[in-house]
């Protein structure tokens, strides 16, 4: 009886390490697909056409000369309307019950972009291509892609819930007002990393170019 009692705070431990592991399983997948869009944008990168990438600057920071002829506002809407679109893709997934399968995918396609971005501005301007991308779009991308993982995991979850009571006649409710929330809540999060964007592009960029 007693080492049955001894035991219980260590079965507890686990079942807790267990329970918090499957919680923070789908932020390990997706930062998985995001790793493996970055390393798969930077070989792109380095094997395209210059008017493949010129074609990728909507998205992605793929022509630095137009960037730079932009203004603060210029700057920011440009940075904050690429997030946008990221953002209204993982946020209509998170409404369908098949949208948990895609939602990696948003995912990995915004590492490719930071990939490609980081690659063809150190291929074209050697170290002060480097020093560029670390001082002025490593802070804002580094905010959105946190903003990003943190809205798939939850719009993760909203397609699950969509799929239980959709496909497998579950009669869990759908919390919509909650999704709607934490929704707006990344999406002003992506916002301060347009910010960034903007403040870094507009004093610190001149530093290098």
């Not at 946008?84 to 590492?111: E, H, T």
């Not at 719009?155 to 929704?183: D, G, H, I, P, W």
């Amino acid at each position: 009886m007693k080492g049955v009692i001894l035991s219980l705070p260590a079965k507890g431990r686990v079942k807790a390490t267990r329970k918090n592991f499957k919680s923070q399983l789908p932020l390990v997948v997706f930062t998985l697909f995001f790793t493996v869009g970055v390393v798969f944008g930077a070989v792109t990168s380095l094997k395209s056409t210059e008017e493949f990438l010129l074609d990728m600057d909507f998205l992605f920071t793929t022509n630095l000369q137009s960037r730079l002829n932009f203004g603060a506002l210029s700057s920011f809407g440009a940075h904050f309307a690429s997030n946008f679109i990221f953002f209204s893709l993982a946020f209509l997934c998170g409404l369908s019950p098949w949208g948990v399968g895609v939602l990696p995918f948003i995912v990995a396609f915004k590492g490719f972009g930071t990939g490609l971005s980081g690659a063809y501005l150190m291929s074209t301007y050697g170290l002060k291509g480097l020093g560029f991308y670390l001082a002025v779009e490593l802070p804002g991308a580094f905010v959105f892609s946190l903003a990003l993982l943190f809205m798939c995991c939850e719009c993760s979850k909203m397609s699950l819930s969509f799929a239980r009571v959709m496909l497998l006649k579950s009669e869990n409710t759908l919390n919509l007002k909650k999704y709607f929330f934490r929704c707006t809540y990344y999406l002003l999060l992506s916002a301060v990393g347009a910010l960034c964007d903007m403040f870094f592009w507009s004093f610190v960029s001149g530093l290098f170019f």
